[in-house]
């Protein structure tokens, strides 16, 4: 008879859960090669073991405020729970492939259904020489953004076993999602000391889910290269003893304060994968939704953007993953937190991203319509040069284009200006 259990949401896919509007759309997703000998039967083994290995791939999802995931036990992966489809790709121009990928991409997502327990969603394009390319969509529910490399590196090693031969063994995740949301919980309750410097960062303006149909919605692109790239990489850091991201957060403060009048609160994504919270545990293997993030608000001090800057950083809290702790684990403190504003303001650089593709700041940030303004950043290299791709979005009823352009050009100057000191 097979046994399903309950599993423990991490605060991430809880909350998408409750209050997301359309949560069935919203996959992440990683083009992997596959070898030309390799069956497409054999690759959606690989998916299968992919599930069988992380428990948060095979499991059913309930919405609304008694959100809910249902563990299946491994090796009982329903049929429709991995869409699998093959693409033939041999007449297909190189020059169309990025094009072809974005729209397979959008049909993807359309195709997952987190309650049936479809979890992921593939396409393999392939061709007669070359390389396959797998394109693998993943739930976000059930897989953040660290997650989708731990299931790119089960997929070499799976790759690496089928062609030499070996059996088929793939490293067993130390700790699982669902463990470590059980772990959160209780330690939530060691935190509580915390409480009033969180609940003071609380928004000025309370959110309305009712927006005006004016302005129109700003997406804005750009990236960070050339002498700005070396100055964020290397000058900055050295100057302020902080790391380009947190500089780049901080410049952002700035900015809105320069434009608004006024600090407005930011909300930071984070990875939220905080292993030294329990010494010993091992997070490295672990596939789940743990992104966390906290508000951080800028404190009005008078002074020049350096001496601003150098307050901020100083200033930054040291454990800002206790806010996640005590908003969302900790039911005790429910109560304190139901007049808490959550800020409109948001600001999530995910790291090394290898490159960009420019569709996908859209499907990410529409999304973000309880922020005025969001903005996602990435890392990648290009010609052996550093740069940073940035994504600004203000929703419909937002900012609007005008101000919108008044906070990141004052964010660039800043970067650009403030003195190393």
């Not at 999602?177 to 309370?206: I, M």
């Amino acid at each position: 008879m097979t046994t399903h259990r309950a599993g423990h949401l991490p605060a991430a896919a809880k909350r998408f859960l409750m209050w997301d509007p359309n949560p069935s759309i919203l996959g992440v997703t990683m083009p992997f090669p596959t070898p030309n000998a390799m069956p497409p039967d054999r690759v959606r083994d690989m998916l299968i073991a992919l599930a069988d290995n992380h428990e948060t791939l095979r499991g059913r999802y309930g919405y609304g405020m008694d959100a809910s995931w249902e563990i299946l036990p491994p090796s009982d992966i329903e049929e429709p729970a991995i869409d699998f489809r093959t693409v033939d790709i041999e007449d297909v121009p190189a020059t169309e492939i990025g094009a072809l990928i974005e729209r397979e991409t959008v049909a993807a997502n359309a195709r997952l259904d987190p309650p049936s327990g479809r979890i992921i969603s593939a396409t393999l394009f392939t061709r007669v020489a070359g390389g396959n390319i797998l394109l693998l969509t993943v739930h976000h529910v059930a897989c953040d953004a660290v997650a989708l490399w731990i299931l790119w590196g089960d997929m070499a090693t799976y790759v690496q076993q089928w062609e030499s031969g070996a059996p088929i063994e793939l490293l067993p995740e130390s700790t699982t999602c669902s463990e470590w949301a059980t772990f959160l919980t209780e330690h939530s309750k060691t935190r509580t000391g915390e409480a009033d410097y969180w609940l003071s960062t609380s928004d000025s303006e309370p959110y309305s889910p009712d927006r005006p149909d004016s302005p129109d919605p700003v997406y804005l692109d750009g990236v960070i290269d050339g002498e700005l790239s070396a100055r964020l990489f290397d000058e900055l850091p050295a100057a302020y003893d902080a790391t380009h991201t947190r500089i780049m957060l901080v410049a952002l403060g700035l900015a809105v304060e320069d434009v608004l009048g006024v600090p407005r609160p930011i909300q930071v994504q984070k990875h939220g994968r905080y292993a030294r919270l329990r010494p010993g545990t091992d997070l490295g293997r672990t596939v789940g939704w743990l992104s966390d993030d906290y508000p951080w608000l800028l404190a009005a001090v008078p002074g020049s953007h350096a001496q601003r800057l150098h307050h901020a950083i100083t200033e930054y809290p040291a454990s800002p993953e206790d806010f996640t702790l005590l908003r969302w684990y900790n039911a005790d403190l429910a109560e304190q937190f139901l007049t808490f504003n959550h800020p409109k303001y948001y600001f999530n650089f995910v790291g090394d991203i290898g490159g960009y593709v420019p569709g996908s700041r859209s499907r990410e940030l529409a999304r973000m319509t309880v922020f005025d303004l969001s903005m996602l950043l990435g890392g990648y290299r290009e010609d052996g040069v550093r740069k940073v791709h940035y994504s600004v979005h203000s929703p419909r009823g937002g900012l609007g284009e005008k101000r919108v352009n008044e906070i990141v050009t004052q964010w660039l100057s800043i970067l650009e200006s403030v003195e190393l000191s």
